[in-house]
């Protein structure tokens, strides 16, 4: 009650500027370029404005959820018509990937799995239910989305005849990555020191991930599940070293794992009589979502059992032989 009661360190607009910094970092982070990036940052921003005006006038949440997938689908519809109309090319999937991170990165599936492996399965189902819930109004709004852009006469593309384009590189993705999490840090009021150390923790991740497993063709699913389990080790060290609570460097390290192009890429297909391609999709988004949670938790043991060594006490030893 007191935690609930007492004052945010920031206000809104710092809160609503770290969703806009997770999201425009996720699209760098998806191989978007500088438009890409700028147009997933207003979105972001116009998601968490809209959603915030509607939590306070009590809107439950699944449809703000609802709303948000709309919001995400439709400006990256407009953007690529209009991009496309002077002759640049953008991927609308990645500022829609972008988007529905964003409002994934507030539930609570990969916590879920948590509870469910550490041996806590009544708060495991019901986090699980509530997350299921929130991510079909997510499914459903950007669905609808898709339908109002054909309509209102912007369709969006085809999935597979779109090129990545834009920062494309390791080393900007990377960075990309220690950038999501710390926005997301940012948003959900943590304190500047623990912003930090996040930032780091998925840093770390990204960096095994891009550096290590992607030039030796790990699969999306694996590679994601081996990077949790080192954000969930170094975020356990460096949480101990500053005294933060653990929790809060895990969710937020794991953020830029969170399968926001492959639920985009599902419900496209779906949308579009691709079934069997789209209940892939969404199955792959579980698997990563679970294997997300598996490694952070197993990073988590480590870091537990790693202790620092014993100084060295020469007298110790000296009274040890004299008793002997």
């Not at 770290?18 to 998601?47: D, R």
């Amino acid at each position: 009650d007191d935690l609930s009661a007492k004052p945010t360190a920031y206000g809104i607009w710092t809160e609503i500027m770290g969703w806009g910094l997770l999201g425009g970092s996720v699209a760098g982070l998806l191989g978007g370029g500088a438009l890409v990036i700028i147009t997933a940052f207003l979105t972001a921003v116009l998601i968490m404005t809209l959603n915030t005006w509607l939590d306070r006038n009590g809107l439950p949440y699944f449809f703000q959820n609802m709303f948000g997938g709309i919001i995400a689908t439709l400006p990256a519809a407009i953007i690529y018509n209009l991009a496309a109309d002077v002759g640049v090319r953008i991927s609308p999937g990645q500022v829609i990937a972008s988007g529905i991170i964003v409002l994934l990165a507030g539930l609570t599936l990969v916590q879920s799995l948590q509870d469910g492996i550490t041996g806590a399965p009544v708060t495991a189902s019901a986090r699980f239910f509530e997350a299921l819930l929130f991510t079909g109004a997510i499914v459903a709004g950007v669905g609808v989305g898709i339908q109002v852009s054909v309509l209102i006469g912007v369709p969006l593309p085809p999935l597979e005849i779109i090129p990545t384009s834009g920062f494309t590189t390791s080393t900007v993705r990377v960075v990309c990555g220690g950038l999501a999490a710390a926005g997301f840090a940012i948003a959900c009021y943590a304190e500047w020191s623990s912003v930090f150390i996040s930032g780091l923790s998925a840093l770390a991740g990204s960096a095994f991930y891009y550096f290590l497993l992607v030039p030796v063709g790990v699969g999306p699913v694996i590679g994601a599940s081996l990077s949790a389990v080192v954000i969930g080790l170094a975020g356990g060290l460096l949480a101990r070293r500053f005294l933060i609570p653990p929790l809060i460097t895990a969710i937020a390290g794991i953020t830029p794992f969170l399968p926001g192009l492959t639920v985009y890429r599902g419900m496209h297909s779906m949308m579009n009589e691709q079934t069997l391609l789209g209940f892939t999709s969404i199955v792959v988004a579980l698997a990563t979502a679970g294997g997300l949670a598996a490694g952070v938790v197993l990073g988590e043991w480590v870091a537990r059992r790693l202790r620092r060594p014993p100084p060295l006490n020469p007298y110790r030893y000296f009274r040890a032989a004299r008793r002997n």
